[in-house]
């Protein structure tokens, strides 16, 4: 009987075996293809609108207004830290020509 088989699910007897049995023994299942997130044949990119251009170049703008508003905080930061230090040594150094000016503020 060796041109026969059983069936494992139904106990039935056969003489011809499966094809797909016959070639897969052994060997791992072919993985099917996936789709891609975000690469669909049917997408196609559109072009912006003249509201959507209006609010991307406003926001350019507030972007660049706020950086200028940062970058100029830092500076006048760094020039007040200065001039507290001049203020400091010169108080060590007994100078007061330097403080005298600054005690109402």
Do not use: I
């Amino acid at each position: 009987q060796p041109d026969t088989w059983t069936c494992l699910n139904c106990d039935a007897e056969s003489s011809v075996a499966p094809a797909n049995l016959a070639n897969t023994m052994g060997k791992k299942p072919v993985p099917k293809g996936k789709a891609k997130a975000g690469y669909s044949s049917a997408a196609v990119p559109k072009a912006p609108t003249e509201e959507e251009l209006k609010e991307e170049a406003a926001k350019a703008e507030a972007k660049r207004l706020w950086q200028q508003r940062k970058d100029g905080t830092k500076w006048a930061q760094a020039q007040v830290a200065a001039l507290e230090a001049q203020r400091e040594a010169a108080a060590k150094e007994g100078q007061t020509w330097f403080e005298e000016p600054h005690k109402w503020h």
